[in-house]
């Protein structure tokens, strides 16, 4: 009987969306703040979904020598990250105000000389579609109503 009750409280954490504090991915394919979570300056809040393999989709805002920056179209709510880095591990084939589904595995960089930053890696071949080429999402001005001290 102990064991059927400690599956019964494990299944409604899982189904609360949270296991000791920390809250699991909604799906598969998550919204790009959804796959950021809450964000901290010491990396204490990681990704909801770090570990996991996901499949999200952005304009493509900036382009490194390994990856990109994607973020999803519109004004973001207020508190949420709608961008995030795509690291491809090497010169990735996307254009800046190309409209990408990429689908790869999550993690959260831990907090060295920055704030802690949650990217996906992909396979720069099989992870990025191309869905077409569009326009950049607006800036948004960021100012101390829009951080966080933790």
Same mark, same amino acid.
């Given at each position: ?5 400690? @599956? ?16 699991? @991915? *909604?799906?598969?394919? *998550? ?10 300056? &010491? ?5 909801? @979904? ?8 952005? %304009? ?9 920056? %994607?973020?999803?179209?519109? /004004? ?11 690291? /491809? ?6 254009? %800046? ?5 990429? &689908?790869?595995?999550?993690? /959260? ?6 704030? *802690? =930053? ?9 992870? %990025? &579609? ?7 999402? =607006?800036?948004?001005?960021?100012? =101390? ?6």
């Amino acid at each position: 009987m102990k064991r059927l009750s400690s @599956c019964l409280v494990l299944l409604a954490l899982l189904s609360s969306g949270s296991v000791a504090g920390f809250a699991l @991915c *909604p799906s598969s394919t *998550p919204t790009i703040d959804q796959i950021q979570g809450v964000k901290s300056t &010491t990396a204490e809040v990681v990704s909801p @979904c770090a570990g996991q393999t996901v499949t999200t989709s952005g %304009i493509v805002t900036a382009i490194t020598g390994t990856g990109f920056f %994607i973020e999803e179209p519109g /004004t973001p709510p207020a508190g949420l990250t709608t961008g995030i880095y795509i690291n /491809t591990g090497s010169t990735p084939s996307v254009a %800046i105000k190309d409209n990408v589904t990429v &689908t790869g595995t999550v993690s /959260t960089v831990p907090a060295q000389s920055h704030i *802690p =930053a949650t990217e996906i890696a992909v396979d720069p071949v099989s992870g %990025i &579609t191309v869905n077409s080429t569009g326009t950049l999402p =607006a800036p948004v001005t960021i100012d =101390a109503s829009k951080l966080s001290a933790t």
